[in-house]
């Protein structure tokens, strides 16, 4: 895990204590891009199960996850692709 998954990792599980927590880097696929050159950001995938996310759309979850890494958004992160999850929907899937 890199450093940068690691720090957001870290954020995402103190915020959300999540019963599961997946995330990957792709940031190697995506080196050459545009964005990732002007903004240094990476790319990555998360997967997050969360009891938090009771009750919330699926908009308001982003909201709450792009909160908890705060200016990792603009910095360290080009772009996030979400799968959030309650505990139950994760199960039935």
Known sequence: MTERSE??????????SPEHFE?????QSHAGHAGVQET???HFFVTIVSSQFEDKSRVQ?????YAALGAMMQ???HAL???SFTPKEF???
């Open 7 to 16: 720090r957001i990792k870290n954020r995402l599980v103190e915020t959300f």
């Open 23 to 27: 995330i990957i880097d792709d940031s």
């Open 91 to 93: 199960s039935q899937n």
């Open 75 to 77: 910095t360290d992160i």
């Open 61 to 65: 979850r982003h909201q709450l996850i």
């Open 81 to 83: 692709s979400i799968k």
């Open 40 to 42: 240094g950001g990476g």
